[in-house]
């Protein structure tokens, strides 16, 4: 009997495509070389094969990055890394072209020439992927958009042109003097432990594949390792609170060059914070450098909004190193392109505007409002966007269900106590207003202070049901800590800042209840305490005793050890604040507005 044909059919499991990744573990620089990694990293997360071979370790991770899943992106990285191998004697058959001697060092060989070099020449030769960046550690995750919208997509443009009186003044100086080279601290974690609140994706929790999307120019954008840091790293401290579907948004608008860089300069930002905690990244030469070639959007005439989250990102840039600076001419441009999209004659109002437009411009305007809101209380002006704030958000008015239409993302806080803020910081102006002109009326005070009184009244709900996340748990502290402290300024506003006023103590021991109810050492302690520094801020001041002093600051000061952020510098504006009450006496006022004001500290 003839032998029986050999099967033809091929065995289980497609081969692997020329160039892709076929390691399982080790670092990403191991695995692109199809090498075996000793998976030792050292105390910066360095695997000691690279750095015995002075590449730049990647870091570890389980899920690539989708540009790692490119074949030729992987395969170009492996030959530019086998060529300087090669160079430096490093491969078998190769007597290497490299200098033996610091003295005739040649440039690092970097894979991308985006950035300037380090200052600091090391000995000896290093493959940089580019320099001064942090290994990668995580993968990029593309949630599926979670909002959908019936009206317009937004990329309307405005005229840079505010009305006179604007609460927001353009100057030349970055930072102001009297806090150059200031330290500032931090509410931020580092940059490999911190899983803020609301990221974790249970979907691809798993080692999934993540879904694929038709962004042509992601894979570029991502072997741009500031861009790779920001969205691995930064973005989701940028924004504690905020949905899922917003790393789509943001990486929608990197078409705009004004938009890309600003994501540059805060993940310099972010970075130099936390390699120098005590410096102002902000005075470093390339994060200098940056932000001088993005002052060239400040000359436009008219912005998209593109531009206005470009705007927003310079912001976060100031509120990442410490709060201080010329934030306010930032704020204009956003505060100007979202007014220009709530009158655009398209919709029915501003209400209507936000409910129809797309989820990227109802992200600025919302962001816009709670920027703005919060940095009247510093310049002690009334919102620029106060007129569409009461148009959407007053309690009289309806308001609309959808969760777009909700500031409880990305701000944490209801849309009733956005009204109340934003009404008490110009109810604080009409009274400085009135006082100034000697015409003060006392009953009319008490009557426009009534009118919010009704709003900010206690509304907790049960501390101890179950939460269905942590997301959850963090909106719900942080809107009743909003809702306190937007009482205790109404009552500071209309009794004056005196810690013993009777109702002004009750707002502290209800603020300070709902801090303490704050889970400590966990993602909801950082995320609640970040997006409600003003709360710390003003019950801190307006205390009234040693004991609760200590608790605010311990509770603030437990925030700063990283390196990025405000709570220090707010930490530092409280102690100046009670030394100067303590000095002048129990009679005199707790000058907190007026520190907060010179400092141009924003508190959020």
């Not at 001064?132 to 959908?148: E, G, M, V, Y």
């Not at 990305?410 to 009204?419: A, F, L, Q, R, Y």
């Not at 009794?495 to 209800?510: F, L, N, R, T, Y």
């Amino acid at each position: 009997m003839p032998p029986a044909p050999k099967s033809t059919s091929k065995k289980p499991g497609a081969p692997k495509a020329k160039g892709a990744v076929r390691a399982k573990s080790g670092c990403y620089t191991c695995r692109i070389r199809r090498k075996k990694c000793d998976e030792q990293p050292n105390h910066l997360g360095h695997c000691q094969t690279c750095v015995r071979l002075r590449l730049q370790c990647l870091g570890f991770g389980t899920k690539r990055p989708e540009w790692l899943r490119e074949s030729h992106n992987v395969t170009e990285l492996r030959e530019k890394i086998k060529t300087f191998l090669a160079s430096q004697g490093m491969i078998k058959g190769h007597s290497g072209s490299g200098p033996r001697n610091a003295e005739h060092e040649p440039e690092m060989l970097r894979l991308q020439d985006d950035y300037s070099a380090s200052s600091e020449t090391p000995p000896t030769p290093q493959l940089v992927l580019p320099p001064d960046l942090p290994p990668q550690t995580d993968s990029i995750r593309s949630w599926p958009s979670s909002s959908h919208y019936s009206g317009i997509n937004h990329e309307s443009h405005y005229d840079n042109g505010l009305a006179d009186g604007a609460p927001y003044n353009h100057t030349n100086s970055l930072v102001p003097s009297s806090y150059q080279g200031a330290a500032f601290g931090s509410s931020f974690s580092r940059l490999s432990d911190y899983s803020p609140v609301g990221w974790i994706d249970d979907e691809y929790a798993d080692g999934a594949a993540f879904p694929s999307e038709p962004d042509t120019y992601l894979p570029n954008d991502l072997t741009d390792q500031l861009i790779g840091h920001y969205m691995t790293k930064v973005l989701k401290i940028q924004y504690l609170l905020a949905d899922r579907g917003l790393e789509r948004i943001i990486r929608g608008t990197f078409r705009n060059k004004f938009s890309k860089e600003a994501v540059r300069l805060l993940a310099s930002v972010h970075w130099c914070r936390f390699i120098k905690p005590g410096q102002s990244a902000l005075e470093h030469e390339e994060t200098q450098g940056r932000y001088q070639s993005l002052r060239a959007l400040l000359t436009q005439r008219r912005f998209s909004g593109d531009d206005a989250m470009a705007a927003l990102h310079v912001i976060s840039s100031f509120l990442f190193d410490g709060g201080h600076g010329t934030w306010e001419e930032w704020l204009r441009v956003v505060a100007g392109y979202v007014e220009s999209v709530l009158k655009d004659p398209s919709y029915n109002g501003p209400a209507d505007a936000l409910k129809r437009c797309d989820p990227k411009t109802a992200f600025v305007i919302k962001t816009a409002i709670w920027f703005d809101v919060l940095a009247s209380i510093t310049t002690q002006k009334p919102p620029h966007l106060l007129w569409a704030i009461r148009a959407m958000f007053s309690p009289t008015g309806e308001w609309e269900a959808s969760p777009q239409f909700s500031m409880m993302t990305p701000m944490g806080c209801e849309n009733d106590i956005v009204w109340a803020l934003a009404e008490t910081t110009n109810l604080a102006w009409w009274k400085q207003q009135e006082t100034d002109k000697g015409r003060l009326s006392v009953p009319t005070l008490i009557e426009k202070a009534g009118k919010i009184r009704a709003t900010v009244g206690s509304k907790i709900g049960p501390a101890n049901i179950p939460y269905s996340d942590d997301l959850e748990h963090s909106r719900w502290l942080t809107s009743n800590i909003f809702r306190v402290s937007t009482r205790l300024y109404l009552h500071c506003v209309v009794s004056g800042d005196h810690p013993a006023v009777i109702e002004i103590q009750k707002c502290v021991d209800e603020a300070i209840f709902f801090m303490s109810q704050i889970p400590q050492n966990t993602s909801i302690a950082r995320s609640v305490t970040r997006m409600t520094v003003f709360g710390f801020f003003i019950c801190g001041c307006l205390a009234n005793n040693d004991e609760q002093r200590d608790q605010i600051f311990g509770q603030l000061n437990h925030e700063t050890a990283e390196g990025v952020g405000n709570c220090n510098s707010i930490c530092n504006l409280m102690k100046t604040v009670w030394a100067e009450h303590k000095e002048s006496g129990i009679a005199s006022g707790v000058p907190w507005r007026e520190h907060l004001k010179a400092a141009q500290m924003l508190l959020v």
